[in-house]
Nanobody, 127 residues
Framework: QVQLTESGGGLVQPGDSLELSCVASGPAFSTSAMGWFRQAPGMEREFGAGISWNGARTIFTESVTGRFAISRDNAKKSVSLQMSSLKPEDTAVYYC????????????????????WGQGTQVTVSS
């Protein structure tokens, strides 16, 4: 089992950068692909970024490619989302998710393939 706690959200201006962190507890983190999803008001939750459990493979949704980066530290059981050139449309609650995967270089954009979810952290991009 994996318990996830996100932090780092806040209010920023367009063009700013922000880093979100997610700390995990439980033994399954080291064999879990990790993902960041987001949900804007009135919208469905959408995939943002994912990273395999060995850190070798990352994937991003098109709208954040080139602006967001994802990294993980398995020793610290943490995953981070580095966001830059933020736009008002990035405003959302951001969720960290963990999905146990059989292979070290697997990752996924599918929310139904993630087994554990954090409570979310609010990111607001506004001038």
């Amino acid at each position: 089992q994996v318990q996830l706690t996100e932090s780092g959200g806040g209010l920023v201006q367009p063009g700013d950068s922000l880093e979100l962190s997610c700390v995990a507890s439980g033994p399954a983190f080291s064999t879990s692909a990790m993902g960041w999803f987001r949900q804007a008001p009135g919208m469905e939750r959408e995939f943002g970024a994912g990273i395999s459990w060995n850190g070798a493979r990352t994937i991003f949704t098109e709208s954040v490619t080139g602006r967001f980066a994802i990294s993980r530290d398995n020793a610290k059981k943490s995953v981070s989302l580095q966001m830059s050139s933020l736009k008002p449309e990035d405003t959302a609650v951001y969720y960290c998710a963990a999905g146990i995967r059989p292979y070290a270089d697997e990752t996924t954009y599918r929310s139904d393939e993630y087994d554990y979810w954090g409570q979310g952290t609010q990111v607001t991009v506004s001038s």
